[in-house]
């Protein structure tokens, strides 16, 4: 039996946490902004500064500081790991200043490459805004370094729950701003204010990480340290993984390009989706891969002995985010309206909104397995201190991406004769195939240093057939209640939908469901 990690437990509930409130944030935006010039213009905004938080952030860090970072821990060499961290720590918190001042300058200019579909007063309150987010996200760097820190001595919970912090703190400007500001004539300065209250909420993020940090590195030597052999690794695997991130970044920021040009709406509803969609990927492919890093790169022995730990450990991870993104997928595929409904149906996003979002939600659904796994392969790649092969396989990705999506997005709707804001729908389904290329391409690429691991096929068809049968389920319960009252639809169709799919599961013989039911079991007092 495969067995699962308790590291990943904590990293999913911190995530799990801080995405529900994320979520509770989203509803509230939707509620006062629904998909007006003022919500296009703050997702927009948002995407431009996340560049650096992108680069030089968690992504960056998890490929390149955690494993050598890890390894001295491993090792018994407290003394240098406190320096190498300390030298990190430095090193990122002067680079980030310099490109935030650098970024705050240059941000008409991002402005037009990012959403060249804007002008006039839309376009002015997106470098307003964006000028104002930036210092936020160099501060979320550093959250993000603290993070690493955290993770490679094992503390997982808190770094993945901190972003709850930020996200109070912008819900409680909508709170208080929102019902005087939420008109066509305040939401232009509700959207500033709410940016105001990101920046605060970065710096909130970071703070109550910092006495967890101290404490568990007391050896922690603030410097350049760029003579330090272990620096120089890090730097030089960090060069790579950041021209990665920023390859896959350029993915994202070319899908808010072609959104913007769809139309009014298309940058927010686009945004909207993805809140939802990052979930099951953060919840799961994250918090797996996250916890399972530190331990693959602490791996010792002969190469047979590693290699077999990489192996053992990959496939339980594998094994892991498909029984729980598999009925992700289903989910936003067939029912995708009761989510979308659920979560944001309220105030100016109506009905509209939400079968508009269902068709994005379903095109995501395309590659959302493919994204999760391929996070797993990249993680055990970095493990190996291997940073170039995942960069290859992801410009590759990026540049199929961008191709069928321009296609889909932009060209395809008019041939089809339908309404040019479905192209939305294309461009996430687009970038779903693309992931797919990418996750394959990985996981032949291991075979070679470890064998052939994936996810077997008869436990991937238990898992689709477990999701269609709850699928079928919940569109059972949406035909009897109809869609008129989305709350009361989603909160009997949604938790039927989770017990239809675990029961199914479990019957079937799925390990993980026999441990989950395990789990519900002794949380609800049983033995």
């Excluded at 996810?455 to 057939?465: C, F, N, S, T």
């Excluded at 319960?477 to 989603?490: A, F, I």
């Amino acid at each position: 039996m495969r067995r699962g990690g308790g590291g990943a437990a904590l990293v999913a509930a911190g995530i799990l946490l801080s995405r529900l409130f994320g979520l509770v944030r989203n509803r509230l935006l939707g509620h006062f902004l629904g998909t007006s010039d003022a919500g296009d213009a703050f997702n927009a905004a948002l995407r431009i500064p996340n560049v650096l938080q992108n680069l030089f952030g968690e992504g960056v860090l998890s490929a390149s500081f955690i494993p050598t970072y890890s390894r001295l821990l491993a090792d018994g060499d407290d003394e240098e790991a406190g320096r190498v961290a300390g030298a990190v720590g430095t090193l990122l918190a002067l680079t980030t200043a310099v490109l935030v001042l650098v970024g705050i300058v240059l941000t008409p200019y991002l402005v037009a490459l990012i959403a060249p579909g804007f002008s006039g007063e839309k376009r002015e309150l997106t470098i307003r805004l964006v000028q104002v987010m930036f210092p936020g996200v160099g501060l979320l760097v550093l959250a993000a370094w603290a993070l690493g820190v955290l993770n490679s001595h094992r503390r997982f919970f808190l770094p993945y729950a901190s972003p709850v912090a930020m996200n109070v703190v912008m819900i409680g400007a909508l709170l208080w701003f929102g019902p005087s500001l939420g008109n066509a004539a305040g939401q232009a300065r509700l959207v500033v204010l709410l940016a105001w209250a990101s920046v605060l909420g970065s710096a909130t993020q970071l703070v109550v990480q910092l006495p967890t940090v101290l404490r568990v590195e007391r050896r922690l030597r603030l410097g350049l340290g760029t003579a330090n052999a272990h620096v120089r690794v890090v730097l030089s695997q960090f060069a790579p993984v950041a021209l990665g991130r920023g390859v896959v970044q350029v993915s994202a920021y070319v899908d808010s390009l072609l959104a913007s040009l769809v139309g009014a709406g298309a940058v927010a509803v686009l945004s909207y989706a993805q809140v939802i969609t990052m979930l099951p990927v953060s919840l799961f492919g994250m918090s797996v891969s996250a916890a399972e890093l530190p331990a693959m790169a602490g791996a010792v022995g002969t190469s047979d002995e590693v290699a077999r730990e990489l192996r053992r450990r990959l496939s339980d991870g594998l094994h892991r985010i498909a029984f729980y993104v598999i009925p992700s997928s289903m989910a936003f595929a067939a029912i995708g309206d009761i989510v979308g409904a659920t979560l944001y149906q309220s105030g100016r996003f109506g009905r509209d909104d939400v079968v508009w979002m269902w068709g994005v939600l379903a095109g995501s659904a395309v590659g959302l397995l493919a994204a999760t796994l391929g996070r797993m392969y990249a993680s055990t790649w970095y493990a190996l201190r291997n940073t170039r092969t995942p960069l290859k396989f992801a410009m590759l990705r990026v540049a199929l991406g961008l191709t069928v999506g321009w296609l889909v997005a932009l060209k395809l709707p008019g041939l089809l004769g339908i309404d040019a804001r479905w192209g939305v729908a294309g461009l996430t389904a687009s970038s779903g195939l693309a992931a797919w290329v990418e996750c394959l391409l990985l996981r032949r690429s291991l075979v070679p240093r470890i064998g052939d691991v994936g996810v077997d096929r008869p436990y991937q068809a238990k898992l689709w057939g477990a999701a269609a049968s709850a699928a079928l389920a919940a569109w059972g319960v949406k035909l009897v209640l109809g869609v008129e009252h989305p709350l009361v639809l989603g909160f009997v169709a949604l938790p039927l939908y989770g017990l239809v799919y675990l029961g199914a599961t479990a019957s079937l013989g799925v390990p993980e469901a026999s441990a989950m039911a395990g789990r519900i079991r002794r949380l609800a007092g049983g033995r």
